[in-house]
């Protein structure tokens, strides 16, 4: 009998399905548990993240398909794709039957569709790396502000950090509601919401407005291609954006 | 920070904005103790409303020149406000835009105030704030002021990223004639300067290069000598730095002389076996100066021309094509109707189809509609299992070009026609509708000589919005 699974929504629960999907019934459905719509005529079960069983499963695709897969699961289970859930269950499923040649296998569906996920996700993480922009607030801290489509933070984290060492930042996922904060040298990524931020430091707003006209110059008027400049960085992301007003 | 460095910001971007390289590829390096990081792909922080990426702060030390380059917004007879930074000026505005994460780093160019060493020395005051003071870990581009000195250029390359030299007009009389004071040994002997360093700097790290019992080596070991001019008998600099990791770039006008597409890339074929260039970019030339040397004001950009030499250019350099391949006696141009690549098929009709589960990698290239990346997929899959002809999409091949010229498990899918005439017409026609079936059939007869005038160029409008990509910041 198959069933539908519902999980918390952490990837350790995600990999616990996957456990249970190999050890106890098959899986119809996997959905994090507050998505859920209970369906009449398929049974289903709440699962407990199991830590023990999320590691082996863990240890099991790093060593039967490989460290280069179970990266793109990972960033499958990231995204936002409504059907992600199943999409790496049947990419595992296949994964454990081929091994590491999985990844070559270009032309099978369900390797396109994780795939393709996994290049959606890493194609915001590196838009991302550029179009963050923060402001500097009172008391020295930089704060940024992001709208992303899929849960990218904990991506970011490496690289912002080496770059911005010696500052303390945030960046703040308003979406989700939660955070990057850095301190000097520490790092932690939790929910977050503020009640009230501090306000802009002094020079924030000249600097703001050097960027804007640094913005608007370096556009050659002769070569004006507004369609261009949305196919690179389509509009969803402007409402961050400092130079965009 | 106050009104006036405001007011020098709008007057130097404005006179950098015409330069196009705008990327900060090919540096990996990680944050040095202060602020910043160089990342080997480049990263895109913008982009601006003609839709080219904005990744450096690109602009110029000084706009006051001594120099009367006719095609120049800067040139000295030019009537326009002049102004010049401060080195620590200019270190500031770099810092608090990338503290931002506005930028990705600097680009500095200048006009020559005063003389080629002067303005080099306070570029290099500059660069030497931001690296040594600041310890800013960024991208620094740096453009070489013709006639610099060579210990200048040397420092200059030990606080660069890259560094570039335009060589602006692609032939030697058009430089004489647009460009008087600018001789092309002031362009190339820097050009080769800058190759002859990185070799060096290169075979110091090869294996077996190291004297008995000295280091072991690894790509992080900095702490090299380098004989930056070895040619010249000067005496060897010791440095802690390395020179250029990005390698040197150049830039050409395109429209601007009268020179044809192939006398172009066969300069840029040239540029890039000489000196290893890392790039060589196009600039379609925007009228701004009413010069009886140069095409009229009222001429539109060539940007259709400029989008097809960028085809060429990527064939060129990661096709494995040769610049005479694209080219015959009868067409000195590239088509602006197709892209160079199908044509080059066209003309070469004879070797196709090729078989997708056989061919090798040089071969899969030159199939249209096959770019490097799905061909590298279809040989990975080949590894493993026979590639389907329903395959192809999944792997990122453009179908509704390639299926003319390739066979899959020694099938055909084109459809029974194969003559080229066919398949031009079928690629006109899937070119965004612009073309009239009328202007489809008179493409069709053979055509004589296309005797495009380089200053009006036609089919402006046929620029697809993705025509500006190779311009981005990778």
């Known amino acids: ?245 | 920070m106050n009104e006036s460095t405001m007011e020098k910001l709008r007057l130097l971007a404005e006179g950098a904005k015409y330069d196009v390289s705008c990327s900060s590829s090919g540096t990996q390096r990680n944050n040095q103790g202060g602020l910043g990081s160089a990342s080997n792909a480049g990263i895109c922080h913008s982009w601006s409303k003609d839709g080219r990426c904005i990744s450096l702060l690109k602009i110029l030390f000084s706009n006051r020149c001594v120099f009367d380059c006719a095609y120049c917004v800067n040139r000295r007879t030019s009537d326009i406000e002049r102004t010049s930074f401060e080195p620590r000026e200019l270190a500031d505005l770099v810092m608090s835009f990338y503290r931002r994460n506005y930028i990705e780093g600097l680009f500095i160019s200048s006009a020559v105030e005063e003389s080629p060493d002067f303005t080099s020395e306070r570029v290099l005051t500059c660069l030497k704030i931001l690296r040594q003071e600041y310890s800013f870990g960024g991208y620094i581009h740096t453009k070489v002021i013709p006639g610099t000195s060579q210990e200048l250029l040397h420092q200059i390359g030990l606080y660069s990223d890259r560094l570039s030299i335009n060589i602006e007009v692609p032939s030697p009389q058009g430089l004489q004639l647009l460009a008087p004071q600018k001789k092309p040994q002031d362009i190339f002997r820097p050009m080769r300067q800058i190759t002859d360093t990185i070799l060096d700097q290169k075979s110091l790290r090869a294996p077996g290069s190291r004297a008995p019992g000295s280091k072991a080596q690894s790509s992080k070991d900095q702490d090299l000598a380098i004989t930056p001019f070895n040619s010249d008998g000067l005496p060897a600099l010791r440095t802690n730095g390395r020179f250029v990791p990005a390698g040197q770039t150049t830039q050409m006008m395109v429209g601007a002389s009268g020179e044809t597409d192939r006398q172009i890339l066969l300069t840029s074929e040239k540029l890039y076996q000489t000196f290893q260039m890392k790039r060589v970019y196009f600039s379609a030339y925007i009228p701004l100066v009413d010069s009886p040397l140069l095409p009229s004001l009222l001429s539109k950009p060539p940007l259709l021309r400029e989008h097809r030499l960028y085809q060429a250019d990527w064939l060129l350099r990661f096709y494995g094509f040769t610049a005479d391949e694209l080219f015959n006696d009868d067409h000195p141009d590239l088509d602006p109707d197709l892209d160079p690549k199908i044509i080059w098929a066209l003309r070469n009709i004879k070797i196709f189809p090729i078989e997708i589960n056989k061919a090798s990698l040089d071969d899969l290239l030159r199939i249209p509609g096959i770019g490097r990346i799905s061909a590298l997929r279809i040989l990975r899959q080949r590894r493993v299992c026979r590639v389907q002809y329903e395959d192809l999409k999944k792997m990122g091949v453009v179908i509704k070009r390639a299926k003319f010229f390739l066979t899959c498990n020694g099938k055909y899918y084109g459809g029974k026609d194969v003559i080229p005439e066919h398949i031009r017409a079928e690629e006109l026609r899937s070119a965004k509708g612009l073309l009239r079936d009328d202007l489809i059939q008179s493409r069709l007869k053979p055509e004589p000589d296309p005797q495009i005038s380089l200053f009006e160029p036609k089919h402006v409008s046929l620029i697809s919005p993705t025509g500006f990509l190779e311009l981005g910041g990778n």
């Open chain 1, 1 to 245: 009998m198959m069933i539908d699974y519902l999980y918390d929504g952490s990837f350790e629960g995600l990999l616990t399905v996957i456990y249970k999907h190999y050890h106890q019934e098959k899986a119809k459905g996997i959905y994090p548990l507050d998505l859920y719509q209970v369906n009449l005529t398929v049974p289903y079960q709440i699962l407990q993240t199991n830590e023990e069983q999320a590691e082996k499963v863990y240890r099991a695709i790093q060593k039967k398909i490989s460290y280069h897969d179970l990266r793109r699961i990972y960033y499958g289970y990231l995204s936002n794709d409504q059907e992600k859930e199943i999409k790496v269950l049947k990419y595992l499923e296949l994964g454990f039957k081929t091994g590491p040649t999985i990844s070559s296998l270009h032309g099978n569906p369900v390797v396109f569709d994780l795939q393709s996920i996994e290049k959606k996700v890493s194609h915001e993480v590196h838009r991302l790396k550029g179009l963050i922009r923060f402001s500097l607030l009172e008391q020295d801290i930089l704060y940024a502000p992001i709208t992303p489509d899929h849960d990218v933070v904990a991506l970011l984290a490496t690289h912002f950090c080496d770059r911005f060492r010696h500052e303390n930042f945030v960046i703040h996922d308003t979406r989700r509601s939660k955070a990057l904060l850095y301190n000097q040298g520490r790092s932690v990524i939790a929910p977050f919401e503020y009640e009230k931020l501090p306000s802009l430091a002094r020079e924030e707003v000249l600097v703001r407005s050097q960027w804007r006209t640094y913005f608007d110059t370096i556009a050659i008027k002769e070569r004006t291609n507004k369609k261009c400049q949305r196919n690179f960085m389509p509009v969803r992301y402007w409402e961050n954006l400092t130079e965009i007003f």
